[in-house]
Structures are given as structure tokens and as C-alpha cells.
């Protein structure tokens, strides 16, 4: 029972750090007449900050867990290679699968959105996006929606968990009609499922953290190579 409470405190806590952090800080600014939404500097501090305090309530585990990817780190990056493949392979078929669904609901559908940093000129914009986009943002939301939620309930409840809630918290910030926001977030759902079930799979959230990194790091080029 002190587990499941303990658990449930930081992941509740982690949520609202991101939620707040990536939602309503620079609105709240906003309100007060502080318009820092379009600086560069300010959105990666916060965004550090936010990695963080992320680390700080998960890092032990994190921590240890990519200790020991390193100690076979040859053949865990490419079993993590292999690993995005396949998932990038099944969101790839998700999409078509939402699509169609979307098209004879006649429902709209984003579909997946993916960041190409290949095809942009390096400057100071693409770092921020790079460590933002790339590493921070699937660092911290594999941190507390595969690991937290996989500590709070066990067996295939947290893989499914996993999914379900991160898929309603990104349609709680897409918001607006029901039926066209349950269509946008299937994809998320999927998503984290996955990447769900290559933790427990592997017992290390390692695995899924930098799966995570390589889907957004490496599929916006692959994407734009095959279309």
C-alpha cells in the first residue's frame, strides 16, 4: 500500500509539472502581459527545468536502468534499431487503419505529425528544437507514462494504462469535439502501448526511452523519403 501511494504521488506530481509546464506557464505569462511563448532561450530553460524535476522524481531508476543498457550497449542499440523499426512500422499502419476510419466516419484526422530536422538549416532554432523535440520531451513522457504508470499498476493493466492515459492526456490538450479528438489520439494510444510493451518486455525503460527518441528523431526523414 506505501508503494502504490508513493507511486501514485509521483506520478500525479509528474504530470502536472509537464501539464503545467507545457500548457499553462506561458499562458499564465501571457495573462499578466509577459509574452515569452516565441523566445527561444526562456522555452529551452524551462523545458531543462522541466527534465529536470522529471529526473528528479524517476532518475534512480532511469539512472540505473541505463546502466545496465551499457553493459551490452553493441547489441542493445541495435535490438533499440529494430525495435523502432517495428514501431514506426506499426504507427505507419495505424495511420492508414485511422484514416479510413476517420474518412467513413467523415470525421477529421490529423494524422501523424512528424519533425524533419534533416530538411532545416542548423542554426540556434534547430538546436532548441533538437533537445526540446528530440530528446526531452520523449525522455520525460516515457518517464512518467510508461515507467510511472508501469510502477503504479503491473501486468498488461499498466501497458494498457500506459496507452489510455496518454492518449486522454494529449486529447485534453487538443481539446474540442469528442468523437474528432478520440480519432486523433488513437495513434497516441498505440503509441505508448508499445513502447509499454517493450519495457516490460525488456524490464528496462531505456529501451523505450531512446525507441521513443529514434521515432522522433529519424521517421519525419523517412517519411519524407518514401512520400
Given at each position: 500500500m506505501k508503494d502504490f501511494l508513493v507511486n501514485f504521488i509521483k506520478l500525479f506530481l509528474s504530470i502536472l509539472i509537464v501539464l503545467f509546464i507545457e500548457e499553462y506557464f506561458f499562458k499564465i505569462l501571457g495573462l499578466i502581459g509577459i509574452e515569452l511563448s516565441n523566445n527561444l532561450v526562456v522555452k529551452l530553460?524551462?523545458?531543462?527545468?522541466?527534465?529536470i524535476l522529471i529526473y528528479i522524481i524517476y532518475g534512480r531508476e532511469i539512472g540505473s536502468a541505463f546502466s545496465k543498457y551499457q553493459n551490452k550497449f553493441g547489441s542493445n542499440v541495435l535490438y533499440?534499431?529494430?525495435s523502432y523499426i517495428v514501431v514506426f512500422i506499426a504507427m505507419m499502419i495505424t495511420n492508414y487503419i485511422v484514416k479510413l476510419i476517420a474518412s467513413n466516419l467523415n470525421t477529421p484526422y490529423s494524422g501523424l505529425?512528424?519533425?524533419n530536422i534533416f530538411n532545416?538549416?542548423?542554426?540556434f532554432d534547430l538546436i532548441v528544437k533538437f533537445i526540446i523535440n528530440i530528446i526531452i520531451i520523449p525522455f520525460v513522457k516515457v518517464a512518467i507514462f510508461v515507467l510511472g504508470i508501469n510502477n503504479l499498476v503491473k501486468g498488461k493493466a499498466g501497458t494498457f494504462l500506459s496507452g489510455l492515459l496518454y492518449a486522454l492526456y494529449e486529447g485534453f490538450l487538443i481539446g474540442g469535439?469528442?468523437?474528432?479528438?478520440?480519432?486523433d489520439v488513437i495513434d497516441e494510444f498505440v503509441l505508448f502501448i508499445l513502447l509499454s510493451y517493450l519495457y516490460k518486455k525488456n524490464a528496462n525503460i531505456a529501451f523505450s526511452i531512446l525507441t521513443f527518441i529514434f521515432y522522433e528523431l529519424f521517421s519525419g526523414l523517412i517519411v519524407a523519403k518514401l512520400l
Open positions: 530553460i524551462i523545458y531543462i527545468l522541466e527534465f533499440t534499431i529494430i505529425n512528424f519533425i532545416e538549416t542548423f542554426d469535439n469528442f468523437g474528432a479528438v478520440f480519432i
